[in-house]
């Protein structure tokens, strides 16, 4: 069995593609189950809750709409929790995926998994410097054995406006920077979305 984890900032594309993937790997008589990976918050919902009472997370309204802000890079402390109960969290997850039965599917498709952690990490704390770290390092060796992943690119002005909320994020900017190194990593593929959603799932299909 193989995995497959399609990462992305959002309005990148990552649900569309991974919606015909799951088509064309049915077409051609592959077994493939899908599996949403982004909130897998256990010991870090407590830090959450704790971060309003510390006004490191505010309410914050933009016209008719409210958001949560998080403002963690004010806290370098803070960050050496986060980084650690977010390990614990998503190597708790990753049972979820590896009981998955080899017998019964082929691929695995996870969307927002390992990768898209480090991004919200990294950008809510500010360390454009955080693939660097031996805690990149650390996340990469939660994944399965046979994982293949691929990281969602696409032009800055549709990814704004195919999503809403990222003119509200405060952050958008870090995170943004954050996908565009991943994207040049060796432990990711590029996958330009650019065109044609056809175009960018069969680069997918030609390398799993």
Request: net charge positive.
């Amino acid at each position: 069995m193989k995995y497959i984890v399609i990462s992305g900032i959002d309005g990148s594309g990552k649900t569309t593609i991974i919606n015909e993937l799951q088509k064309k790997l049915h077409q051609r008589g592959d077994r493939a189950c899908y599996i949403w990976m982004r909130y897998n918050h256990y010991l870090v919902k407590m830090l959450n809750a704790l971060a309003r009472i510390l006004t490191l997370s505010v309410k914050t309204s933009y016209g008719n709409k409210t958001v949560w802000e998080h403002r963690y890079y004010k806290s370098p402390a803070f960050f050496k929790i986060y980084i650690a109960f977010s390990y614990i969290d998503n190597l708790l997850a990753s049972y979820k995926v590896k009981r998955i039965k080899s017998d019964k599917f082929d691929y695995v498709i996870c969307d927002r998994w390992i990768n898209d952690v480090i991004a919200d990490i990294g950008s809510e704390f500010h360390r454009q410097n955080i693939l660097e770290l031996n805690w990149y390092r650390r996340f990469q060796k939660i994944l399965p054995e046979n994982t293949t992943q691929f990281v969602i690119s696409r032009p800055d002005n549709l990814i704004i406006d195919a999503r809403e909320d990222n003119r509200y994020d405060i952050n958008f900017a870090e995170r943004l920077n954050l996908y565009k190194k991943l994207e040049i990593i060796d432990t990711t593929i590029k996958v330009d979305n650019s065109g044609k959603i056809h175009d960018s799932v069969s680069y997918i299909l030609e390398r799993i």
